[in-house]
């Protein structure tokens, strides 16, 4: 007959972490560390073909219990965490330019579509950009806010995600193209512009739509990152 248990990866390795580590007096950090290797090695099980439950199996075996530890785990050094942490800092500023740059890009495509192959005013051009401008900004606290309420998926799936410094170079690159594209357009916009007349006032008009949301945007994440962070101290520490 059948087993009903269904193995669950992110529970069974939280069971591995605490039964190992909780009466060791090790920081945060070790903890951390250990957890990123236990992890490394059981992707890379999965990679040769293992189940789950096979490479998780596979990697307790070779880790063994922390009596087996002893002063090799004691000598492991947090600096290996500390340059995750640094890859993880840089990663999230580029994410962070790629987005705005990308909205940025997008509309910018948008308005000179508008502007080629539409057949309403500059105008109502104008205000087409504006009012995405205001669902991009209602977009953002929606989204930091699914975020959160889905974390219990969200998380782990970022935790099993390894990030190294080909990651991160290729992160640098979509960084530059996103630029360049969004660098490129704006001449476009004004080229589309000139025949038109008073262009260099509807120009002005639709470069305040941009420094306004390059206002805007960072004052927009860093409030819904502060609701967050108000909402996990209230349902952790109540």
């Given amino acids: 007959m059948e087993s009903s248990?269904?193995?669950?990866?992110?529970?069974?390795?939280d069971d591995w972490l605490k039964t190992n580590t909780d009466h060791l007096n090790?920081?945060?950090d070790?903890?951390?560390e250990m957890l990123d290797h236990?992890?490394?090695?059981?992707n890379e099980l999965m990679k040769q073909g293992l189940s789950e439950e096979e490479a998780f199996a596979v990697a307790k075996i070779r880790f063994g219990g922390s009596d087996n530890w002893g002063d090799d785990f004691k000598q492991v050094s947090t600096d290996n965490f500390q340059v995750k942490k640094v890859i993880t800092f840089f990663f999230g500023i580029m994410i962070y330019f790629i987005i705005n740059l990308a909205i940025l890009l997008f509309?910018?495509?948008i308005y000179i579509g508008l502007n080629r192959f539409g057949v309403s005013s500059t105008a109502f051009n104008l205000k087409t950009t504006q009012q995405i401008f205001y669902?991009?900004?209602i977009a953002i606290p929606v989204i930091m806010f699914?975020?959160?309420?889905?974390r219990d998926k969200v998380l782990p799936y970022l935790k099993s995600k390894q990030l190294s410094i080909g990651k991160l170079l290729w992160a640098f690159i979509i960084?530059?193209?996103?630029?360049?594209?969004?660098?490129?357009t704006y001449p476009l916009i004004r080229k589309v512009l000139e025949p038109m007349e008073n262009w260099r006032g509807i120009l002005s008009q639709y470069r305040l739509l941009q420094r306004d949301f390059q206002f805007y945007f960072p004052i927009l994440i860093v409030i819904s990152f502060i609701i967050l962070y108000l909402l996990y101290r209230k349902k952790n520490y109540v």
């Fill in 135 to 137: 669902v991009v900004y």
């Fill in 26 to 28: 090790i920081t945060d």
């Fill in 5 to 13: 248990n269904v193995f669950n990866l992110q529970e069974a390795i």
């Fill in 146 to 150: 699914l975020l959160f309420r889905y």
């Fill in 30 to 32: 070790d903890k951390e």
């Fill in 175 to 184: 960084l530059l193209v996103v630029l360049a594209g969004e660098r490129f």
């Fill in 107 to 109: 509309i910018n495509l």
């Fill in 38 to 42: 236990f992890r490394s090695t059981i």
